[in-house]
């Protein structure tokens, strides 16, 4: 029973932590016109995402509406509503990855992985997600592994590349 105190205090502690850093952001951001971009940038640095409570602390402390939040939130793709895995997949889904086959390649990945594209696996470590242009199309078909391209793809190639994240 004890263990779990201090593991629950551990959590405690951090949560508390992370919550004075954005704060200090908020401080430091307040007064510039169009403080909400780089508060949000530094919750995404520290959750890896944007979490709901944090962001109603945003809403009060620099006065603005969640549906504003949420609506600047959403334009960009940088920042996600959702939690993010350790390790991102994109997939191209751009013509010529399109053209070459990307779509198996996307298909295996999700097999392989048992995750939904735009979905993050049970354990929290792959999120599979498809995009519209990688720029590689001389690679085609592509896909990044957090800043690792892999290129000229079949969906064979896929357990092997997925081993080396495991």
Do not use: W
Not at 1 to 13: F, I, P, W
Not at 101 to 114: F, I, K, M, W, Y
């Amino acid at each position: 029973m004890e263990q779990q105190q201090t593991n629950s205090s551990g959590g405690v502690a951090e949560a508390d932590e992370k919550l004075e850093k954005i704060q200090l952001a908020i401080q430091q951001f307040k007064m510039i016109k169009g403080a909400l971009i780089p508060v949000l940038h530094e919750i995404q640095d520290i959750y890896g995402y944007l979490p709901e409570p944090v962001l109603k602390v945003v809403s009060t402390e620099l006065n603005l509406p969640m549906s504003e939040i949420y609506g600047v939130a959403s334009f960009y793709h940088f920042f996600s509503l959702t939690p993010k895995g350790e390790h991102v997949i994109h997939v191209c889904m751009g013509t010529a990855c399109y053209i070459k086959g990307a779509q198996t390649v996307l298909d295996r990945l999700s097999t392989e992985l048992n995750v939904a594209v735009q979905g993050t696996t049970e354990d929290n470590k792959f999120t599979l997600e498809a995009t519209r242009c990688l720029g590689a199309c001389g690679l085609a078909p592509v896909m990044t592994i957090g800043e690792k391209v892999h290129g000229r793809l079949v969906p064979n190639n896929v357990p092997k590349i997925l081993n080396e994240y495991k």
